[in-house]
């Protein structure tokens, strides 16, 4: 049997940003900016007093004390990535703030990330986790909650409960709601079907294990038919084959 799992939960840990300024309780909505003014820089916003928005119908942000600077630990490259870099001008238009990404590969990623707030340097605003990074950071006071944010109207609304539960209670600890959903990809299976429907795997299966071949619905099914296949030669070139293949070289995804 030939057969592929991988299995990969990337998140957006949510960190506090410390130019942010606070918002006037009664922010109403502006009108729409024209688009060419949209793509300019933002405009120069009076403290407690002035709003703006990016479009008609957004949310307004938070504003900032300028100078400010947010900045971001990525993945390098696309795909993962690349919806940061697609929000940015609208993120710097919104906010007064400018976006800062700083992308590292997929093995440098964590290190980079423990090694800044650990040692307290502080080079990071937020990152882009994996959502096993999550306990190792809120046991080291590392990463915010964003339960108050996440009802705020200032901010876009979105619905954790969108999310399916296995990945979902990935981005919880506790309790509390520290992570976004970015990326997941689930499990998926490949199996030969011709194998399966070999009379003598079939029939020497069964012998060995005590039931019936088929698609495995457990893992100690897995486990028998990923056993029986191991060392067979299965595609005919006299070369013993594997009965199941898995994702799971260390530092690889």
Known sequence: MNARISLRLLCAAVFAFPCIDSVAADTTLAQAAPASQVAAS?????????????KQGTLVPPRVVPPCKVTVLAFAG?????????????????TGAKLDIVEVSFNEHFDN???????????????????????????????????????????PKWSIDDVLPGP???????????????????????????????????????KKYGY??????????????????????????????HGVSLHLKVGEQ
């Open 212 to 241: 019936a071949l088929a698609v495995p619905t457990t893992w100690d099914q897995f486990r028998d038919i990923a056993e029986y296949f191991n060392g067979k030669d299965l595609n005919g070139d006299g070369v013993p084959d």
């Open 42 to 54: 933002a405009p120069a916003r009076r403290p407690g007093v002035d709003v703006s928005v990016v």
């Open 113 to 155: 990330f423990i090694s800044d707030v650990t040692n307290r340097v502080g080079k990071y605003d937020t990152t882009m986790a994996g959502a096993w990074w999550l306990g190792e950071l809120v046991a080291g006071d590392f990463i915010v909650p964003y339960d108050k944010f996440y009802s705020d109207p200032r901010f």
């Open 78 to 94: 696309q795909p993962i990535t690349g919806a940061v870099h697609e929000v940015k001008d609208e993120f710097e238009a919104a």
């Open 168 to 206: 979902r209670s990935l981005l919880e600890y506790e309790g509390k709601k520290y992570m976004v959903a970015n990326d997941h990809d689930g499990q998926v299976m490949y199996y030969r079907r011709d194998l399966f429907a070999d009379a003598q795997h079939q029939a020497a299966f069964k």
